[in-house]
């Protein structure tokens, strides 16, 4: 779009938010189609008695506590969201740099990395997860796994110093870039919050997020550009109009199933589709040296094989977490949701077969009383006829 590579990616930000209003689409269709229903409650509501008038008050009323809160969080979101987009210009802007010489895979496998870390590290402070032996394992796994990763990028970009990047450039980058790596995962955790405690939609969640930010980039945005005196340079030919859109549609799909895994299963879930960027950076990757016609590519193809390796050990540990995969060794299957189901219908099934064996020995005794009381019975009435006999 712009031969200045700040303007870029600002323009990024900007297409970002547009893709968070286009919820608003599905906020639409979704007041539409409820409209019917709320017209069924309100009719209901009709013939309410007094008691069930004095509850529903008492309901609104700390409904307007949560709405107070929810707001604060959602402020919170929307300036999370701005800098952690805003990153990528910022580090251009402050490093200066050309994107060719400190985009690498080591830079995007340490943001990977903190991200998936501070996602556990906020659901355990912030979120209270209780981290039991199968967390505590796939987080050692991760671990490992991207240490793997990362050795394998630092060799590769040692092998590449004075040829293709810039090193003091791409560590500062990394480092201005790894911002994000600890805004997202916090603000998916607030986001994470609101979904359980205001019970609010994913497409609503988005709109909303979409609405304020962009009343944010419309204060901004004119100071950043009269402040620095920029001139404007964009190119929108039919090539780049038609990136543009096709841009905010998927990352408008992207965000929104984002924020249904959040809303499903849990800010951490996301790890999953966060290690894909890995496994898109390996495929390049290899491409890439496939196109070389060089006889040392020996040793690149041991670290692509160690690479894939290590991407299939985080992919496995996230799983692992997820309980999507289950280890039924070591007591890592204890506190997994189905071990407890299980163990809750074995303990059901122990209490109803207790409560049986009681109640045939209630019956029992019940018997054994009735039996000795009718012999008693007998006995006095044959004792009771002898006597009037005699």
Known sequence: MSKNIVHNEYMFVI?????????????????????????KISNKK??????????????????TVLKKS??????????????SRSSFWISYAITGAESDKVSHTLQKNITITLDILMRYIFSVFILKVFV?????????????????????DLILM?????????????????????????????????????FSEDYLYPANMQFDRGI???????????ILFFSFKQKLEFNFDIIVTTTMIFYTLTAFLKAYILLKIIYHYSSQSVS??????????????FVKINKEEKKSNEYKYFLIILEFIGILIALFATLVYDEIIIINKWELNNNVKIG???????????????????????????????????????????????????
């Open 15 to 39: 297409f970002l938010n547009i893709a968070d209003l286009l919820s608003g689409f599905f906020v639409l269709y979704m007041k539409c189609a409820s409209k019917s229903k709320n017209n």
């Open 46 to 63: 009709e013939a309410r008695t007094q008691s069930e008038i004095e509850i529903d008050l008492i309901y609104e009323k700390s409904r």
């Open 70 to 83: 929810f707001y604060k969080k959602l402020i919170i979101i929307v300036i999370l969201d701005y800098i």
């Open 132 to 152: 039991y032996k199968h967390r505590i394992f796939s987080m050692i796994i991760i671990c490992i796994g991207f240490i793997i990763l990362i050795l394998n």
């Open 158 to 194: 040692i092998k590449s110093i004075n040829k293709e990047y810039d090193i003091l450039e791409m560590f500062l980058y990394t480092l201005i870039v790894s911002i994000s790596a600890f805004l997202y995962p916090y603000e998916d955790t607030l986001v994470k919050q609101i």
């Open 212 to 222: 304020i930010e962009m009343l944010l980039l419309l204060v901004v945005t004119p």
């Open 272 to 285: 999953f589709l966060i290690i894909s960027q890995s496994f898109w950076g390996f495929i390049s990757r």
């Open 340 to 390: 407890i189901i299980n163990r809750g219908e074995l303990e059901m099934k122990n209490l109803n077969y207790v409560n049986v064996i009681d109640n045939e020995n209630v019956s029992d005794n019940v018997n054994d009383n009735n039996e000795n009381r009718i012999s008693e019975e007998s006995e006095y009435k044959y004792n009771e006829n002898e006597y009037k006999e005699e």
